[in-house]
């Protein structure tokens, strides 16, 4: 399976913005569609945007879209979120995940291959 870490979350204020990664390794990055994921506390973890192998196709959560953008960089072996006009209610721990089977849009898919979360932290 290929091995993800986050980065990029931390504390801001609302009406700002966070880019987040998903830096791969140990598979070919470019045979995996990838997924954002976010788990606020007390609820359950939730599909927030995902891209395709090729970068050609996106999807996104109602709840983000106009807001956050998500990417990724074959050569580099990464994906990014890039979150604007973040509120309050963004505030989560935000994970990647990664599936050369299908687009991961499933939040409770334990088949993916899954990161360990970054926090992110919007203030009012």
């Known amino acids: 399976q290929v091995q993800l870490v986050e980065s990029g979350g931390g504390l801001v204020q609302a009406g700002g913005s966070l880019r987040l990664s998903c830096a791969a390794s140990g598979r070919t990055f470019s045979n995996y569609n990838i997924g954002w994921f976010r788990q606020a506390p007390g609820k359950e973890r939730e599909f927030v945007a995902a891209?395709?192998?090729?970068?050609?196709?996106?999807q996104y959560a109602d709840s983000v879209k106009g807001r956050f953008t998500i990417a990724r960089d074959n050569t580099q072996n990464a994906a990014y979120l890039q979150m604007n006009s973040l509120k309050p209610e963004d505030t989560a721990v935000y994970y990647c995940?990664?599936?050369?089977?299908?687009?991961?849009?499933?939040?409770?898919?334990?088949?993916?291959?899954w990161g360990q979360g970054t926090q992110v932290t919007v203030s009012s």
């Open positions: 995940a990664a599936s050369r089977l299908s687009i991961p849009t499933n939040a409770r898919r334990a088949s993916y291959s």
């Open positions: 891209i395709n192998w090729s970068g050609t196709s996106t």
